[in-house]
């Protein structure tokens, strides 16, 4: 056996730069805590030419042959930080089969097909970690994995991608439209020149299915997941949330109400007390609310993308590899399982949820009659009623409150009552959360 | 080596009842992710007659002699939660030397004498582990010796202490005094009949030494900490808080201003922004802040004692033994080492701090200028005044917010000013802390 650990890259770009940045200038920190110093041998991506936020340090090869990192004898550790399903899944399916270990921080990977990446890896008898993957610095996955396993789990809910919550933030902040501040945040670097993947929740909804199939040791894929974005989200919902002492937050939630019954997995915008652990939560923050049934809730908060935070939780793996391929020791990926198939998902039109009506109504004697009539159509009661505006003869600004009710009749009563021809304004919705 | 890996408990009070409990409810989770299933063998405690919150279960054993748990053939785990130093002491160097591992909830043992007790089990090759010892139910030993490993640690800020952030937020809330909150609290069951360990601060000072010890991997002691408790916060003080958008907590702090530089470990009440993640942190919730150069500040929130909480850690640390014992590898308390002796602590005289005086002075000409000449012959300087009540030839009330200043000459300045026959009621201070 070698001197060294030694661990190559392919995807040499931010996040790359961001890894060997932090294991130059941390090497010390890094080496005193591993039973064998770890070893920088290789990077490889296609694009050899742009430059990079860091130097290629000297002795690291750079290449542009992929393979000879993910099969280089010299090589002990894979760090995958190419991003996106192909040729990414390759990629860690040719290192896993030669027999390498494996660190990644692709989330659309893992909730694409992790639990075949995850049994192709215990056949070949290596280690698949995934710390960065989701909520960035946050080590998320090793408290599930190894710090509430005495739990049986009931729910985590995050706040998991740093751009929406960004510019929620902003527009709570300042009462902007979502249009202006998206511009803006892409001005700035927050938001990606396509936002889509962001903005439109998908992003969130593969950190959550990565985060379901731990807790619940279940196959959670991102088809699974019922998605919606924060491009509805107006500056009024803020103004209304804010009246009331929440906020608006782009959440993650998987729960089940016990351990045989079937999986809630959701991303959407919801309503959420301010002052409570991720109500409070702004800017770029990632945070992850976890309850198991001995330790209650615990929260996570952090920053959840940025090179340096990213490349933390990367080295953290390496560091947990190093030490496991000295001193033997059961690998962490296979602490908390994820069997492959195994799955039972609640469809979001059965799910009983609360729900804030945002309604601009013309000031007629029918239009609080008929709005009532379109719900109680459809079983949905009104727990509380905030009047928010009201000019004679010319509108009348509602907040109702519904109790719980299941989303296929919420989301019928809604179009039922978008159909009325009593609308000042077309009716707005936000989910309620309870923290 | 036996089907099952065996434990027993000595210390059969609250906590201990916790553990029988969370074990025996959820054995089934906890044995699907262990290796080879758990088993309670014994229990054991001095008193064997009063009656507990769970009955001892069935095929467990229930004995007077601690020996029979710290010294059993059939045990391989030892879990040691009689608490205080002796015979807790003697109890866990008795398991370690008879090869049995060890995880304790025990802060003062740890805060005291851990550094030796670690290396005792170093020398017999077994493991001391303690995630219950601080933050209760919050993994926040396993996040330093695993999740952030990468890092450079600079500080970690805690909130606790669960009895006195509950007294802190009931003062807040209702503007009630601390001694009127703290009869309250001992009627509920939230504070001892002698409080004296949490609402000093000693409490509070055995955690961060404990954090600060393997943040640092320097050994850090109870008696390096500089403690001082929420007996003399004023209600006053909560209210001058509430103005400022601020909160008061007691806050334990260790940090350090680069990896060669002495540590600052204080224990006091701290002004810091409401709107902050520790801030907001309410009730019994504890609450851990871990700043690293490559992840930036981390926080943790969650319930910070109660018997299920404990339990969840313990059992953790149980079932990482579990594994360890059966695949062989590192052991997790060896992952981030405290040298024994090695300490750099900064006094605390020499620590600069911001400040917040409030004054009520009496209404006359010179009693400002008498106060800044008091504050002047320190070399303290005033950022900020804020006069929040006056009535002519009466009193002003004032707040001072000062710049950072060094311990020794603030708490000169304040005794000066305290000597001083201008004042309507004697001056209070609160250290103020960023976030």
Known sequence: MADTIRFGIVGFGNIGSGVVDVFTRNRAVINA????????????????????????????????DADRVLRGDDIDIVI????????????????????????????????????????????????????????????????????????????????????????????????????????DAQRLGYAEPDPTFDVEGYDTAHKIAILASLAFGQDIRFSDVFVEGITRVRADDLALAAEQGC????????????????????????????????????????????VGDAVGPIVLIGAGAGLA??????????????????????????????PVGKRSVQPMRKIALRHCLSLSLLDRPDAQSRVRSALEAESVTVDREVIRGHREGEYLNLALFTDAAPEANVQAAINAISELDVNAEPPSVLRREEM
Chains 1, 2 share one sequence.
């Open 33 to 64: 805590r591993v039973p064998r110093p770890l070893e920088l041998v290789r990077l490889a991506d296609k694009d050899l030419t742009t430059p990079r936020p860091v130097e290629v340090p000297p002795g690291v090869e750079f290449t542009d």
């Open 309 to 338: 935070p990213t490349a933390s939780a990367v080295l953290s793996d390496v560091m947990n590899l190093a030490q496991q391929m000295v001193d033997g020791g059961a690998p962490l990926d296979r602490r908390l399982k994820i």
């Open 80 to 183: 995958e930080l190419v991003g996106g399903l192909s040729p990414a899944r390759q990629f860690v399916e040719t290192a896993l089969r030669a027999g390498k270990h494996v660190v990644t921080a692709n989330k659309a990977l893992l909730a694409d097909c992790g639990a075949e990446l995850f049994t192709l890896a215990a056949k070949s008898d290596v280690s698949l970690l995934f710390e960065a993957a989701v909520g960035g610095g946050i080590p998320i996955i090793r408290t599930l994995q190894q710090g509430l396993t005495a739990n049986s789990l009931t729910s985590v809910r995050g706040i998991l991608n740093g751009t929406c919550n960004y510019i929620l933030s902003r527009m709570a902040a300042e009462g902007s439209k979502f249009k202006d501040v998206l511009q």
């Open 247 to 290: 906020a608006v937050k782009l959440l993650a939630i998987a729960r089940r109400d016990a351990p045989d019954a079937p999986v809630e997995v959701r991303v959407h915008p919801v309503l959420l007390p301010r002052m409570s652990p991720l109500g409070g939560v702004d800017g770029v923050l990632n945070a992850v609310e976890v």
